[in-house]
């Protein structure tokens, strides 16, 4: 397996870089190598790499491991990364509960001063993902939908405390605070020391004497609300909207996360899309084919006149320039029409007598079999 490059390579940036450069670096890279504009091979894993180097150095507590500890910090428990939530916005990992100090401490003794500030602070919640089917021309040209959501949010009257004053907030008296008890035990090894949440204030190291009346002491209420979505024109199957605030509730006073809204794109009975492009199979008669035609071929916009040359052959492919999807970055693809040269099945004894008079006016040439035959070696 290769070797991670340092996350501050991959993005090309120095190890003092601010938020800012991180970020413009990521932006530019990104934009360099997102499958959906670079078809190179390796481009798809380099854009990974981007990504998780961003989404480790973005984040300030994520890149203070990363500075003193490296790629291990992202390496514990069997391989499994506590960060790992995909690029597509992503599910809040467990990092914020996860101290490496944390784990030395329960073999060796001793406790992480930064763990045990963290444990009772506000935490975010994690982001939340539900999905939308629309039809196909709804993905072209955007639309407005209704999504009835179910979300946490703080309780208006206690403002997440739980508490019905804030006179009613206690230190813990078990804990002294800190979120966090520490016991000892007997081992082989000797006297091992491990640190747990606290019982009584389930880490927050805040005691309640009076529950809020409103919540009943939860800190939240249920919300049942119907959100209006703006699906974006050119939008196309997996993408996601990402709306603030609306995913599962935080801790201690912390702020909610985020609703993922993935879209998924019903098929169209005739139209295909790739990518910015559409496909279509467009039916002619074989005399259409030779002669030559103009027809008024489909297009997600409307109708749109084509022109086809005499002679046209089964399978030929005519492109109608602008007539793809305008997509969400701006550009505008093409629609690719494929020619169905059909033989008739059903002929009437009139366009029988026909078709044997343009025959027999053919005969003194060869047909096509005859010249294939001549040509063909066993």
Wanted: with cysteine; hydrophobic share 30%.
């Amino acid at each position: 397996m290769a070797e991670k490059r340092d996350y501050y390579e991959v993005l090309g940036v120095s190890k003092t870089a601010s938020a800012d450069e991180i970020r413009q670096a990521y932006r530019k890279l990104a934009k360099k190598y997102h499958p959906d504009i670079n078809k190179e091979a390796g481009a798809e894993e380099k854009f990974k790499e981007v990504q998780e180097a961003y989404d480790v150095l973005k984040d300030d507590q994520k890149r203070a491991a990363y500075d003193r500890f490296g790629h291990a910090a992202f390496d514990q428990a069997a391989g499994q990364n506590p960060f790992n939530g995909g690029f597509g916005g992503g599910f809040s990992g467990g990092f914020q509960d996860v101290d490496l100090g944390d784990i030395f401490s329960s073999f060796f003794g001793g406790g992480s001063s930064r763990r045990t500030r963290s444990a009772n602070g506000p935490q975010r919640g994690d982001d939340s993902l539900t999905r939308v089917k629309i039809s196909f021309m709804d993905a072209i040209n955007g639309k407005d939908i209704t999504l009835k959501v179910t979300y946490d949010e703080p309780c208006a009257h206690c403002h997440g405390t739980g508490a019905d004053s804030p006179s009613d907030i206690h230190t813990c008296h078990t804990c002294g605070g800190s979120g966090y008890v520490r016991s000892q035990r007997q081992t082989i090894l000797g006297t091992m020391e491990t640190q747990s949440p606290c019982p009584t204030c389930n880490g927050t190291g805040k005691e309640v004497t009076n529950k809020c009346h409103v919540c009943g002491g939860s800190g939240y209420s249920r919300v049942k609300t119907d959100l209006k979505v703006k699906i974006p024109a050119g939008i196309n199957n997996g993408q996601q909207i990402r709306i603030p605030g609306k995913g599962n509730r935080g801790l201690n006073g912390g702020t909610n996360g985020d609703l993922f809204i993935e879209v998924v794109v019903a098929e169209h009975e005739y139209f295909v899309r790739d990518g910015s492009n559409i496909h279509l199979k467009v039916p002619l008669s074989f005399m259409e084919a030779a002669l030559g035609t103009e027809v008024d071929v489909p297009t997600v916009y409307g109708d749109v006149k084509m022109k086809i040359p005499a002679g046209t052959q089964p399978g030929t492919v005519l492109r109608l320039k602008g007539k793809g999807v305008k997509d969400l970055r701006g550009s505008v693809g093409d629609q690719y029409v494929e020619l169905e040269v059909k033989t008739p099945t059903n002929l009437s004894k009139k366009q029988k007598d026909l078709l044997e008079q343009l025959k027999n006016a053919d005969s003194g040439d060869e047909s096509f079999f005859e010249r294939f035959k001549k040509k063909f070696k066993w």
